[in-house]
């Protein structure tokens, strides 16, 4: 099946356009990848955030971010992309159906798609608005980074936290912890 013959009721990749509020931390997501199962995967999507607001939905996989498919790249680097741009990003994602409706016809999903849908975080007063028929609270969230030998994950924000297992060796450990600091070092920069 070619993109041209791409049905009119063929499921959509949705484009979330994720812009910072002032008075909430971070975008309001965690990123998760898996040893074993590629791909990067939104985990939890806090109530009430500008990610909630742009559409962007737990386990969603995410295809592109800010223009550049992601799939070959590591946790690391996909983060990276997404602090890029201190104040916003742009998140090309799929749900599992969705997924699996282009993996079945051998399609590629690239943001250049006729169906793509666009969605954006609503500008936000200084008070609490409704966005998507939802009252949007002033609230704050840290930037965490876990990882548990199986998984990555990291919450968009500010502050990094590193969990390995106990039972993780010495040069692992040093390992997990550069990485984390150094993800740090790049917040402070930018």
Known sequence: MSIESLSSSAP????CH???WAD???????????????GHFIGKVDENSPAEAA??????????????NVFDESHKQVVQRIEIVPDETKLL???????AYF??????????????????????????????????SNSTQNHN???NGDSEVSKLGISCRCLVPVTTSIPLLLSSLYGCLEEVLILIIV
Request: glycine share 8%; charged share 25%; no cysteine.
């Open 18 to 20: 994720i812009l910072k």
């Open 103 to 136: 993996k079945d016809k051998n399609l590629t999903i690239s943001s250049s798609l006729p169906n793509v849908v666009y969605l954006k975080t609503p500008d936000k007063s200084h008070s609490n608005s409704k966005v998507n028929g939802k009252t949007m």
């Open 24 to 38: 909430f931390e971070g975008f309001g997501f965690n990123l998760h990848t898996y040893k074993g199962k590629p």
């Open 145 to 147: 980074h876990e990882s």
């Open 55 to 68: 559409g962007l939905k737990t386990n969603d996989r995410i295809i592109e971010v800010n223009g550049v």
């Open 12 to 15: 959509a990749p949705r484009l």
């Open 93 to 99: 994602v799929v749900d599992s159906d969705t997924d």
